[in-house]
Nanobody, 121 residues
Framework: QVQLVESGGGLVQPGGSLRLSCAAS????????MGWYRQAPGKQRELVAG???????NYADSVKGRFTISRDNAKKTVYLQMNSLKPEDTAVYYC???????????????WGQGTQVTVSS
């Protein structure tokens, strides 16, 4: 069974750092574009950062210069390093991936279960 599993969330003080991980498990042919999204209470889910299979990245304006997305294809894992965290970064963070299970098929969209990040003093 293919799935994405996030880890690394928690409670951190303003100005602190956290590193989120998203590991793909199961047998698959290719892991394509991966992304981190977040959803704060009462708000819509939004894209935080994305990374292509070739390593090209994009970020939401609100996190540029503070967050860094990276991937380790050998470990089938994508990371989100979050520095200089602010209370407004508080949200459930979700991993999303375009995973190709069979070489003869196209990619399918997978989401992780989410991990809570709370920035508070």
């Amino acid at each position: 069974q293919v799935q994405l599993v996030e880890s690394g969330g928690g409670l951190v003080q303003p100005g602190g750092s956290l590193r989120l991980s998203c590991a793909a498990s199961g047998i698959m042919f290719r892991i394509g574009t991966m992304g981190w999204y977040r959803q704060a209470p009462g708000k819509q889910r939004e894209l935080v950062a994305g990374i292509t299979i070739g390593g090209s990245t994009n970020y939401a304006d609100s996190v540029k210069g503070r967050f860094t997305i990276s991937r380790d294809n050998a470990k089938k894992t994508v990371y989100l390093q979050m520095n200089s965290l602010k209370p407004e970064d508080t949200a459930v963070y979700y991993c999303r991936g375009a995973l190709t299970i069979l070489a003869s098929e196209g990619p399918n969209d997978y989401w992780g279960q989410g991990t809570q990040v709370t920035v508070s003093s």
